[in-house]
């Protein structure tokens, strides 16, 4: 079964592009890798999708080497806002694996 | 648009007892559901997903159920609740495109 890793924190602040890598192996080679943001006793929100080389949304980017064993999200000029876990979400054989999160702290 | 319902918001139930939590999906059909489990300060456990009526799949062992006995309606229940159980338990259908969920507002359970 596919692992993820995330980085457990990241501390930035206002105004900075932020990145957050997930490392997974093992995925599946024609599903989608899918990242959500999560702030506290509120259930995830879905940010970005992407299956290779890079997507981009009005909130972020997603960028995914051609080995596809690791996506990175990109949030660009943070704000205090963006304080939350985010989770990349991976497929392994049919079976969806959330990564482990990475809590952001945004300073002013 | 799409909206999701979860109640009861929190709930605080004995060891041993049973349990029912309840999720409603609006404004769309046949989607796919799903049932997470978060322990405090942890990452998220799927526990069941349903492609439609009556048409559960379970992925972790445990005291745990599903149903799904109409179209936009998702079950979980215990016969018998265990301290293990406590948790924010969530509910998410999926969107046009696969793992695109969205989730509702969640229960907190609270086994003592």
């Known amino acids: 079964l596919a692992k993820t890793t995330q980085p457990i924190s990241m501390d930035s602040y206002e105004g900075q592009e932020v990145n957050i890598t997930c490392s997974h192996n093992?995925?599946?080679?024609?599903?989608?890798i899918t990242w959500y943001q999560q702030f506290p006793s509120q259930g995830p929100r879905f940010i970005i999708q992407?299956?290779?080389t890079k997507v981009t949304n009005e909130v972020a980017s997603l960028f995914i080497p051609a080995d596809r064993k690791s996506s990175t999200l990109s949030l660009p000029r943070v704000s205090l806002s963006d304080t939350a876990v985010y989770y990349c979400?991976?497929?392994?054989?049919?079976?969806?694996?959330f990564g482990t999160g990475t809590r952001l702290q945004v300073f002013p | 648009s799409q909206t999701i319902h979860q109640w009861p918001a929190t709930l605080v139930q004995p060891v041993g007892s049973p349990l029912s939590l309840e999720c409603t999906v609006e404004g769309t059909s046949n989607p796919n559901l799903y049932w997470y489990r978060q322990a405090a300060g942890r990452g998220l456990q799927l526990l069941f997903y349903?492609?439609?009526?009556?048409?559960i799949s379970s992925e972790v062992p445990q005291n745990l159920s599903a149903s799904r006995p109409q179209d936009r309606q998702f079950i979980l229940s215990s016969k018998k609740l265990l301290l293990s159980d406590s948790g924010f338990y969530l509910c998410?259908?999926?969107?046009?495109?696969?793992?695109?969920?969205?989730f509702g507002p969640g229960t907190r359970l609270t086994v003592t």
């Open positions: 998410a259908w999926e969107g046009a495109s696969s793992y695109e969920q969205y």
């Open positions: 349903s492609v439609g009526i009556g048409q």
């Open positions: 992407g299956y290779k």
């Open positions: 979400l991976v497929v392994d054989t049919d079976k969806l694996i």
């Open positions: 093992n995925i599946a080679t024609n599903d989608y």
